[in-house]
Nanobody, 124 residues
């Protein structure tokens, strides 16, 4: 069983930056496609970014492309989401997801492990 623990959320102003971290347990982390999703109140969960096990391949939602960067450190079993130029519409609970399918990286139903979520609030 893999456990994912997110950290790094908080309250910031528009234009600020935050870095989310997701620490994973388990020895198979380096083989897992990892993703970040978010869910705002009253909205469906949406894809934000994904990264392959090697870290070579990354994907982003159009809404965050150029502002967010996903990365991973397999030696530390950790995946990161660097969020720059934050906007009020980025406000949501952000979830780390593990063991997805790199060919269907935006399909949240194909991820087997989920963190508890971390709140990101961006004020205008």
């Amino acid at each position: 069983q893999v456990q994912l623990v997110e950290s790094g959320g908080g309250l910031v102003q528009a234009g600020d930056s935050l870095r989310l971290s997701c620490a994973a347990s388990g020895s198979t982390f380096r083989t897992h496609t990892m993703g970040w999703f978010r869910q705002a109140p009253g909205k469906d969960r949406e894809f934000v970014a994904a990264i392959s096990g090697s870290g070579i391949v990354t994907y982003y939602a159009d809404s965050v492309k150029g502002r967010f960067t996903i990365s991973r450190d397999n030696a530390k079993n950790t995946v990161y989401l660097q969020m720059n130029s934050l906007k009020p519409e980025d406000t949501a609970v952000y979830y780390c997801a593990g063991d997805g399918n790199i060919f269907y990286y935006s399909d949240y139903s194909l991820y087997n492990y989920w963190g508890q979520g971390t709140q990101v609030t961006v004020s205008s």
